[in-house]
């Protein structure tokens, strides 16, 4: 029988078989149509969830090929559905081209370039950064995007917060072992504040410059001030947030700014706040081993002024306005010329005014005789 006769004499069942015919085409395609190869995170585990899995490259060096599933489960790219293809597209097949890169530190600096794919504005700022201008240098060991956020594992880069220096002490070791000595680290690691400052708060996180720099210098008490200005938060802990104005109205802060304004970026010896309170190793004043402890301070201060006596520190109010209950002797003398100085002006303009209208009382007389 031919299908014209069998739809002839039953029209209803050639109709249902052609639609179960396409019915079982569509469930099945996509089965046969995608490929058995696919590089998804499931089926790259079946061979890379093997903690024994590794390789040997030309330089002699073993490079583990495992990844655990525990660190792809709490990376924020696997929770975001991007998968290993995003990274590692040079690898779409199996079994994989040959690896061409020599030595691990190849291998890192060449894929680390996919991060550039997705973080194009992060990926641009640390090429300008100091980490970059070293690279250029030629050291391999320059930090790099995997670095700091890691491969497989990259979670958010400051959860928890001592994160972000226990990052920099790769490098960085003993800068933050200072650190965690300091005011600033003590309280971020024994209580967990969130309000002090961490490595990336005054370095910058993508766009790190040298410090060691001029303009680095100079422009750090704006840096400071961006906590120790900041009223709310300084009331917050019973700090003063003068401190900022006070130290631009001292002959320091005056200084600095007047070569800034003038000369921009010029070296300058007059102190800004790293100078006098350290610049890792910042303390409480209260601190016997600070440097501006008041047993400290006097040797402090010589550092810039070699010649200072033990009463050179007598007149320093702390970055405090001067007040009766702190310091009453420096209170009075400044009353004393905050009126003593007007009352002199007044008199001199009431002088300066008598003598002009004398002498043009003089001169009418001179004019009608």
Known sequence: MTMRTLYRQ?????????????????????????????????????CHGDSTLSMTLKSGETLS???????????????????????????STYPHPELKYETKRELSLNYY??????????????????????ASEGNTEAPICTDCHGHHDTRKPDEPRTLVSETCSKCHSEIVDAYKQ??????????????????????????????????????SPELCAG??????????????????????RSWHGVDISVYKARWGAVWHDSAVCTDCHGVHDMKKASDP???????????????????????WTDAWTGHNEISLARTPTLFYVDKFYTSFTPFILWICIIYVLLQIIHSIVDRVRSTLS
């Open 10 to 46: 039953a029209p209803w069942l050639v109709i249902t078989g052609v639609i179960v015919l396409l019915a079982s085409l569509f469930v099945t395609f996509p089965a046969v149509a995608k490929p058995p190869m696919q590089q998804t995170e499931q089926y790259c585990l079946t």
């Open 65 to 91: 090929l495992y990844v655990s599933q525990d660190q792809l489960d709490h990376s924020v790219h696997s929770n975001k559905g991007i998968e290993c293809e995003a990274c590692h597209n040079d690898i």
């Open 113 to 134: 370039k996919t991060c550039e794919k997705c973080h194009s504005d992060n990926y641009a700022k640390a090429q300008d950064s100091m980490h970059a201008q070293v």
């Open 182 to 219: 300091s005011v600033h680290g003590a309280a971020l690691i024994a209580d967990g504040n969130p309000d002090v400052p961490v490595c990336t708060d005054c370095h910058g996180v993508h766009n790190i410059q040298d410090p060691r720099t001029v303009q680095f210098r100079m422009e």
């Open 227 to 248: 906590c120790h200005a900041d009223k709310k938060l300084m009331d917050k802990y019973g700090l003063s947030s003068d401190v900022y104005s006070i130290y631009k």
């Open 289 to 311: 081993t600070s440097k501006v402890n008041p047993k400290n301070l006097l040797s402090t201060c010589q550092k810039c002024h070699p010649t200072a006596g033990p009463n």
